[in-house]
């Protein structure tokens, strides 16, 4: 063996062992909570999949959560009402691809702090009841089977600005029924029939509404005359008619691709054909003969 050099003291050790373990506890933490769940950055966001498991605790405040892809079918594996009794600091939830059929009224509760909640890709068949998210902004309920909006939005999520309701299954809605902050609607591809004036009647920030794909035929005369409304998306309906007055003439574009139309007139409240100039109009209207544009 060789003889050990004078002065050696084994620190170099000692600083190999320190960058080891300082490595250790750098890599992003697990958490018991699901088959493959982790935290990123300064344990402020989490992304589960898996099975998600209900009595597992979280010691730590997240912001951003997201659980996609639970396995609901397996037994004891649900979303339990003190679900997120430890997470009061939670920002950003995503729920999606979970096949929830429903979500217990309490759920949300604790969460005053929410601002964007994510539920699209289930099988929901109403918008749950949302007790006290006065913080929430976004809501996104894409691709479910929602036939029905009711008035729980208004009452338990008045500062709502973003609510997404794409690809469901709702044949009618009042405006009275959405908090009056809202500024974005998505209802594309659902089977919304007809637009009366009391179908958007109670938006007063409203400037943008999309109903790309639904089966509309018939437009009322004022349904969407609203002072703050910009964008409105007709695309892929069966409009044949629009009459005179149903647009705010401050509108600044006005989709109505692939519909029943055979041709577009400018309201006499615009004045000249020249008074159109200022609006988009893009359609494929079947034996369109005029675009005003």
Known sequence: MAPRRRGQTGKPCLALFMMIAMLYFAVPERIDICRDCSCFGTLQHISCKGVFRVGAQLKHTFEDVAFRGLDLDVPHSKLSPDLFQNRKGTIHLDLSENGLK???????????????????????????????????????????????????LKAHAPKLKELMLDHNKITFFQGDQFPEKLEILGLSFNRITSIDRGSLSGFVQLKKVDLTGNLISQISSGSFLLPGLKTVILNENKIREIFKDTFNPELDKLHLNRNRLSGLVCPSQWGDDSGCGRYVFTFIATHAKHIAA
């Open 102 to 152: 429903f979500i217990d009224d309490g759920l949300f509760t604790i969460l005053h702090q929410m601002k964007y909640l994510t539920l699209s890709h289930n099988a929901l068949t109403a918008i749950p009841v949302f007790h006290n998210l006065t913080s929430l902004q976004e809501l996104y309920l894409v691709f479910n089977n929602i036939r029905i909006i009711g008035n729980n």
